[in-house]
């Protein structure tokens, strides 16, 4: 078949498939772009060509928001459906980069097309080359190499074809997928090749569920036998596994509490006897003491970041010792765990048979069964509004959606004080409906994630948190929304200033320093009047309905209008002072922030003392 080496790769995407417990999904389901000289002969006109019914065509505005949006359908498609994204050289390809490091730090698949200088180099520089007068092959895609978790340029077209088959093996492969990215020269892109039939098949990429090893299964089962305290965390692993069922039958048989990680929350019901709620730097009380004490804390799906283990602060047992039940070894053997590889829900259900009639003692149970109702009072005390004519607090909004929404509904969140409150507070009621990015933690993702997701899922109801300081990072998908006709709902909190930077900077001594937007001062720092920026009217003029609240009474009213709304809606509301902004407890666990360790100002020197105070707590678990 003769064609050009874009015609080809959109055939070839048209093509693949992945498949997982019997259920066939599209490997890339669709392709996002922007358009310039880079891609708009190639991959563009392949588009054309092909026609949506082979690769339906999305118009983004922003080419990290694009890779956000691929991520937030990955996501919740369970990673066996993807998206591409195509984009011109030059600065529309280092746009991709903070995306696909989010894409790969998650461990969600991406597929990269960004286009690339030309191969035969009739022209030297072509407009947006980076000349690097040291290195003739190198552009400013390979920038894209470290957060990729496979590159290729494809300099002649006949090399498609190993690449193009190596670039589905990896965004098909539970432990190996992220972003790939296939540069593609701009002249390879247009150039014709005599192509062979079968590289045009349709291919099925099986997505495994390896079991584990027995050895490591009989050890794994007496480690659990002789913890007398056992806690899971549940990470996101579970989610991608779809191991939710296997998670709850196991913590229902044996006793064990299960706590979660930013990523897998929602991997039990929040009222599941068992569920402990969030564990880390921004977790429950409940959890953290039962980690604190925990004899063996079993990490299934988890890759143990600082939030979870409060800088290695938080297993205090003298005699703890970690299970790693994951499917890449690296995460299975942190913390010198005994390693339990295998696919989550395999390895749960085959560690509960291997359990049969083990049950931690009833003494056990019932202490953090009633640590459980006890945090279950204090979320309901920082949902609660007693004035419902007065400003709401962030917690008080979040308790306002709770009180709304069933296990349809998606939450959508990523950076600033947010993703802490929701941790701690929010109560999921379906796998999928808490979704929360913290392996990257990246201010924009939110509003292009819910566009990713209403794709995903059309019909269930999706809600987009986002701060002030996250939407002036990356509002423009709010005029894709409207393009597209999702009807996603814009939550925007505004508190005026960076208020979660705010807060740590003023517990690390920092006092606050540049973390409000106000006009400079007497003293020429931002200590003047607030900015008077408008937010509800940026989202007006960019399409979207507007509704502006202004108590507790108003935003119950909005939100419910909102969610009933088939248009793309955003809520605005101006909560309290960064001083309140958060209306639950305190950090239940440290998280290590350096802080000077010489300094003038008194703020500083006494953090400083509380810095190292915390940090005397710190273990290597060996």
Known sequence: MRLTTA????????RQYTERDGERHRLIAATWGIFGHGNVAGIGQALLETGPEAMPFLQGRNEQSMVHAAVGYARHRGRLSAHAVTTSIGPGATNLVTGAALATVNRIPVLLLPGDVFATRPADP????????????????????????????????????????????VLADPVATGAVTLALPQDVQAEAYDWPEEFFAERTWTVRRPRPDTAELAAAAEAVRRAERPLVIAGGGIHHSAAEAALAEFAAATGIPVAATQAGKGALRYDHPADVGAVGHTGTATADDLAREADLVIAAGTRLTDFTTASATLFQHPGVRFLGLNLDPYDAHKLAAL????????????????LAGHRVPAGYEQEYGKA????????????????????????QVLGALDALVTGDDVVINAAGSLPGDLHKLWRARSPRQYHVEYGYSCMGYEIPAALGVCLAEPGRPVWALVGDGSYLMNPTELVTAVQEGLPLKVVILDNHGYASIGGLSESVGGERFGTDYRHRGVDTSYTGAPLPVDLAANAASLGMAVIRTRTVRDLREALAVARSADFPTCVYAETETPDTVSGPPPAQAWWDVPVAETATRTSA??????????????????
């Open 7 to 14: 015609q080809a790769l959109i055939a070839f995407l048209a």
């Open 126 to 169: 072509v407009l947006q080359q980076l000349e690097v007068p040291y290195a003739g092959d190198l552009s400013v895609n390979d920038c894209l190499r470290p957060v990729s978790r496979y590159f290729d340029r494809i300099t002649r077209p006949e090399a498609l074809i190993p690449a193009a088959l190596q670039a589905m093996r």
């Open 339 to 354: 390693p339990l590889v295998g696919d989550a829900r395999e390895s749960l259900a085959a560690l509960g048979r291997e």
């Open 372 to 395: 459980k109702a006890d945090w279950e009072a204090r979320v309901d005390r920082a949902f609660h509004a007693p004035d419902e004519d007065a400003r709401p607090t962030q917690a």
């Open 605 to 622: 020197v006494r953090a400083r003392e509380e810095y190292d105070r915390q940090a005397a707590a710190r273990r290597r678990h060996l």
